[in-house]
């Protein structure tokens, strides 16, 4: 077989302590999953609806609920640094080298909560909004975390002249010295706004409203300077099955045209006379987890994987070509199915000899 340069984008998901092996897949399912160090290293803990942020080659994640007690929510931080994959090691993306590290860092200043956002913009991250203990209490303030003094600082809220606006199960994109937050809910409506938050004014800025239906839950990934948006809970609305929405949509962060600022693609949902989408039955979700792999023998991919349908925990993993706007089920997520993990991608470059066009880790 042919040596091929990968260039590895991580996944992390958080939700229970699992390990998984390498197998053979079907050609139509390719893609692979392998283990990586459980979340917290030696002190492993559950913990769902994390929110998460990578600044150069480290992720960062932070806050959630340990399932064993979801009346008290978390304030904890971790660093993951990723291991070196061994060059020319058969079975070097299992390598013992290649599980990475974890470290405890300064707690989340803010209160302890669960389904906030997480994104990082301008050498910082940052983490805000989520729900309270009781439940109910939902947030709109935000704290930057520095990594090179590992302290944290209050930032502005998502607010304007008007008021505050909380949110949990929102979703977020960065763009080098930028983030965006969008959507969400307070738990009676929601949402479709959108804000800009700059680090050089430490302020939110409220942009035209996103343009797709208001909703809770969706995914994100950036690829080539535009953000992906897509599926989500959004019930009694246009452009959904059973409450999750199918419309898929691309943004332009730098575009002048405020009309051409957000373009619809193709629906994630078999709703075309086509056959292109004739299997897509198993895209949509919420709290789903979504990363690009970058290099892969076929191109430049975005995944989206685990979330859930109505009550049901899933562990599809669709794969997203950006050149044809369509989508390909992948091999499905090896861990447990489940819903509000957390995500982030790190990047690595390995040497591995395999068939399959892409090597997609989890933890």
Same mark, same amino acid.
């Given at each position: ?193 959108? =804000? ?7 302020? *939110? $800025?409220?942009?035209?409203? #996103?343009? &797709?239906?208001? %909703?809770? !839950? /969706? ?98 993993? =669709? ?7 369509? *989508? $390909?089920?992948?091999?499905? #997520?090896? &861990?447990?199915? %489940?819903? !509000? /993990? ?22």
């Amino acid at each position: 077989m042919q040596r091929i340069n990968y260039t590895l984008f991580v996944l992390l998901l958080l939700s229970i302590v699992f390990s998984c092996t390498r197998t053979n897949l079907n050609y139509t399912q390719n893609g692979n999953w392998a283990s990586r160090t459980t979340f917290g290293s030696t002190n492993g803990i559950g913990v769902g609806y994390a929110a998460s942020f990578v600044i150069g080659n480290n992720a960062y994640v932070g806050t959630g609920v340990n399932p064993q007690f979801p009346a008290s929510k978390l304030a904890a931080m971790w660093e993951y640094t990723p291991g070196a994959i061994p060059a020319n090691v058969p079975d070097g993306l299992d390598s013992p080298a290649a599980q990475g590290t974890w470290t405890a860092i300064a707690n989340f200043p803010g209160a302890p909560r669960s389904n906030a956002i997480g994104f990082a913009a301008g050498g910082l991250g940052y983490i805000g909004t989520g729900l309270g203990n009781d439940g109910v209490t939902i947030y709109p303030d935000f704290y930057s975390y520095n990594p090179g003094s590992g302290t944290w600082t209050e930032v502005d809220s998502i607010s304007d002249a008007n008021g505050s606006y909380p949110r949990y199960d929102a979703a977020s994109f960065s763009f080098d010295s930028v983030g965006y937050v969008l959507t969400g809910t307070d738990g009676f409506n929601y949402m479709g706004d959108l =804000w800009k938050f700059s680090p050089a004014t430490g302020q *939110w $800025t409220k942009q035209p409203n #996103f343009p &797709g239906n208001n %909703r809770s !839950g /969706a995914v994100t990934f950036v690829y080539n300077g535009q953000g992906y948006f897509l599926t989500g809970h959004t019930p009694n609305t246009q452009w959904a099955s059973g409450g999750l929405a199918y419309d898929f949509w691309r943004f332009n962060p730098n575009s002048v045209n405020p009309f051409i600022t957000w373009v619809r693609l193709r629906n994630i949902f078999n709703t075309s006379p086509a056959t292109y989408d004739d299997g897509y039955t198993n895209i949509i979700r919420q709290n789903g987890a979504a990363f690009v792999i970058l290099g892969t023998a076929n191109g430049d991919k975005g995944y989206v994987t685990c979330g859930a349908t109505a009550n049901t925990d899933i562990n599809f993993t =669709w794969e997203y070509d950006f050149l044809s706007d369509t *989508w $390909t089920e992948k091999a499905p #997520f090896k &861990g447990t199915s %489940r819903t !509000g /993990a957390a995500g982030f991608a790190a990047l690595d470059i390995i040497h591995y000899i395999d068939e399959v066009a892409c090597f997609l880790v989890d933890f």
